[in-house]
T-cell receptor, first 112, second 114 residues
Framework: EDQVTQSPEALRLQEGESSSLNCSYT??????LFWYRQDPGKGPEFLFT???AGEEKEKERLKATLTKKESFLHITAPKPEDSATYLC?????????????FGTGTQLKVEL | GAGVSQSPSNKVTEKGKDVELRCDPI?????LYWYRQSLGQGLEFLIY????????KSGLPSDRFSAERTGGSVSTLTIQRTQQEDSAVYLC????????????FGPGTRLTVL
């Protein structure tokens, strides 16, 4: 069974204070690892897909990296508008379909 | 363009009643998914539709849950004889055939069973 564990559960940063969020996973054949952002009362918003170890993707202040066991979401010089819950998910090659297994998320708050 | 829409946004019902939740995917998207998000839990996969293929129902928690997709577009998730543990946010997502890995989510329906 695919599993995803995210840490920390919550993170409070000062504006400009860079940090990283962790996503550890076990999957029987990785089809892809996905990062989403979720604001309160809204559905998750797609950020990145990573397919193989060593791959990196960037978008504005966010950079996602992938190893065979975990992924990191690095946030450089965050701003208050980066405050949200960040969700990690994996899609496995077994089990059929494109269903994703999600972690419980890291709730990020960036303060002035 | 228009994103995934869901209705109602909020639903309060009494234990034992049936409810129907609706999802309108992005036009042209062939894949449609339903997930459930309970407080403190990760999103839980429920069911997946892809084109005209038989749906993947492996995530449905009990036979009280069912879903259909009419005309390859709109989907309805039905929960019969609702229980308090069914209270959650029900999220729908869709993805295009060109990028089946990228799922675009709707805003969800918050279901409260009293």
């Amino acid at each position: 069974e695919d599993q995803v564990t995210q840490s920390p559960e919550a993170l409070r940063l000062q504006e400009g204070e860079s940090s990283s969020l962790n996503c550890s996973y076990t999957v029987s054949g990785l089809r892809g690892l996905f990062w989403y952002r979720q604001d309160p009362g809204k559905g998750p918003e797609f950020l990145f897909t990573l397919y193989s170890a060593g791959e990196e993707k960037e978008k504005e202040r966010l950079k996602a990296t992938l190893t065979k066991k975990e992924s990191f979401l690095h946030i450089t010089a965050p701003k208050p508008e980066d405050s949200a819950t960040y969700l990690c998910a994996v899609g496995g090659l077994t089990g059929g379909g494109n269903k994703l297994t999600f972690g419980t998320g890291t709730q990020l708050k960036v303060e002035l | 363009g228009a994103g995934v829409s869901q209705s109602p946004s909020n639903k309060v019902t009494e234990k034992g009643k049936d409810v129907e939740l609706r999802c309108d995917p992005i036009s042209g998207h062939t894949a449609l998914y339903w997930y459930r998000q309970s407080l403190g839990q990760g999103l839980e996969f429920l069911i997946y539709f892809q084109g005209n293929s038989a749906p993947d129902k492996s995530g449905l928690p009990s036979d009280r849950f069912s879903a259909e997709r009419t005309g390859g577009s709109v989907s309805t998730l039905t929960i019969q004889r609702t229980q308090q543990e069914d209270s959650a946010v029900y999220l729908c997502a869709s993805s295009p055939i060109s990028s089946t890995d990228t799922q675009y989510f709707g805003p969800g329906t918050r279901l409260t069973v009293l």
